[in-house]
């Protein structure tokens, strides 16, 4: 029996290459039980006539359907379902219409982590996305990444990319980690004091899981990365609140008491201030002597220029007190979700044990192409061309608000990947935003990061990571035209 061509048609929606998605259409009729073993597919020939596409698109599909024993091929015969193929279940599927659960009582009063900042999904169509944390793909060196990846998949690779490894880490991620990476950071450490996380939020969660309970007290900065300010709110710990200066956190405003401090001292979140060296030791006297721990998040210290990094916490650390927050996924892209955590080996052991109990470990052919793009050099090469993209982006955009009249940033900072501006105190920031997304402008309204309540509502971030550097200037000239419109009530 025939399969009549009239039962095809590629889903608009469908994502991957023409061939993929007839693979996809087909596969998908055998395996919700429309298309039978034995029966006959159109020819390769009708098959394109039909779904407008050329000949050798469809003999391609079918082949590698052939591969996959969901079609046999019988020469001049043609294409057939496969005695071999996948059967449909053979219950139908289910879902409750209904619930007779009352879910409130059962997840009770537990606080429900969030990232904090909402973000549109589509932000890549917005013609001027000042964005945070979103890469830029023409700075992307593409070609090397999928030679090592390409790489790691290999018969070398085998055991790397498919073995249960438990709760350990690549060995050479964690050897180019140790004797690259942190040692540029001023930072020594063996293997056992490095772990491999996925992203810096992880790290920083099983940082907080570790330290902190109901009997503890935690510091945060004021304002922070939101989705830290979940993750310690999680714990259920005491928390205080230390309010930022153009200096970073102040160690003097530290209440006595505190446990752990959570520090973003190369490009402070979100007001992207550095803490000066003076600053630095303060923060450590005072952890010595009030005996609390600091976690320090170290992100975008790759993205520093106009100025030699300041040492991080970690390299002046002579008694242990430091805990090392690093994070790939700024320097390579977001979607990466690759960082580590760095501290004394005992801390370490019980970051590992807790890892292995939630998700093991990252997958290991991330880490593996990682390691190669690592020692190969590209990623150097790639730190160097995103730091002179992001340096050229950062000098067009202080241009442009000085010529649009708007106020420069308030503070001092070298490097990084945004600013943190102040509009008129009059100017509602998440009302400029949202007239500014209807001009196809993105930006990010300040009172997310603020702990306290209210929160000023005139701070704003803009980046300049993802936005190409022609566009700025209007951009720029947008902003500006919008937020003199909200503060004259027009």
């Given amino acids: 029996m025939s399969i009549s061509i009239e039962t095809f048609f590629l889903d608009a929606t469908a994502e991957g290459t023409l061939q993929q998605r007839i693979q996809q259409m087909v596969a998908q009729g055998i395996l919700n039980g429309r298309f039978r073993p034995g029966e006959r597919l159109p ?27 969901y079609l046999t091929a019988k020469g001049r015969s043609g294409y057939f379902v496969s005695e071999n193929a996948p059967e449909p279940p053979a219950f139908p599927a289910l879902r409750a219409t209904d619930t007779s659960v009352d879910w409130n009582r059962v997840i009770g009063d537990q606080p429900i982590p969030s990232l904090g900042l909402p ?30 990846a390409v790489q790691a998949l290999g018969k070398r690779d085998f055991a790397s990319l498919t073995s249960d490894a438990y709760d350990a880490d690549d060995p050479q991620l964690v050897e180019f980690i140790a004797r690259q990476t942190l040692p540029r950071r001023g930072i020594l450490a063996d293997s056992d004091e490095i772990l491999v ?3 810096a ?40 609140v230390v309010s930022v200066d153009g200096k970073g956190l102040p160690p003097e405003n530290i209440p006595s008491g505190t446990d752990v401090v959570f520090v973003t001292p190369s490009h402070q979140s979100p007001t992207t201030v550095t803490m000066p060296m003076e600053r630095r030791k303060t923060l450590l006297d005072a952890a010595e002597t009030q005996d609390f721990l600091i976690v320090e998040d170290d992100y975008e210290f790759e993205m520093t220029f106009g100025a030699t990094p300041s040492p991080s916490l970690k390299s002046l650390d002579k008694t242990g007190r430091v805990i090392h927050v690093g994070s790939f996924s700024k320097s390579l892209f977001p979607g990466l979700r690759l960082g580590y955590l760095v501290g004394p080996a005992p801390f370490i052991a019980a970051a590992r044990a807790l890892r292995g109990a939630i998700l093991r470990h990252p997958p290991g052919h991330i880490q593996r192409t ?18 002179r993209a992001y340096h050229e982006r950062r000098l067009v955009i202080l241009d442009a608000l000085k010529n649009e009249g708007l106020p420069l940033p308030a503070a001092e900072s070298v490097g990084g990947s945004s600013l943190w501006l102040e509009a008129p105190q009059s100017v509602d920031t998440s009302l400029l935003g949202s007239r500014l997304n209807q001009q196809g402008v993105l930006i990010e309204p300040g009172t997310h990061f603020f702990v306290a309540k209210p929160a000023p509502r005139f701070y704003y971030r803009i980046a300049y990571s993802s936005i190409p550097k022609e566009r700025i200037a209007k951009g720029i000239r947008l902003i500006a035209a919008e937020t003199e419109k909200i503060r004259t009530g027009i």
């Fill in 201 to 240: 939020q992880n790290a920083l969660w099983l940082t907080a899981q570790i330290l902190l309970d109901p009997h503890r007290k935690a510091v945060i900065e004021n304002p922070c990365y939101p989705a830290l300010r979940s993750v310690v709110d999680y714990t259920r710990c005491e928390q205080a």
């Fill in 197 to 199: 996380t996925m992203g």
């Fill in 119 to 148: 973000k549109p999904r589509d932000w890549s169509r917005f013609p001027y996305p000042f964005i945070y944390g979103q890469s830029d793909p023409t700075l992307f060196d593409n070609a090397n990444w999928r030679l090592c």
């Fill in 43 to 69: 020819s390769s020939r009708k098959m394109a006539q039909h779904l407008g596409v050329s000949r050798i698109t469809v003999t391609l599909a079918y082949t590698e359907l052939v591969a996959d024993d």
């Fill in 370 to 387: 990682v390691s190669y793009y690592l020692s190969r050099g590209h990623y150097d090469a790639q730190v160097r061309r995103m730091s």
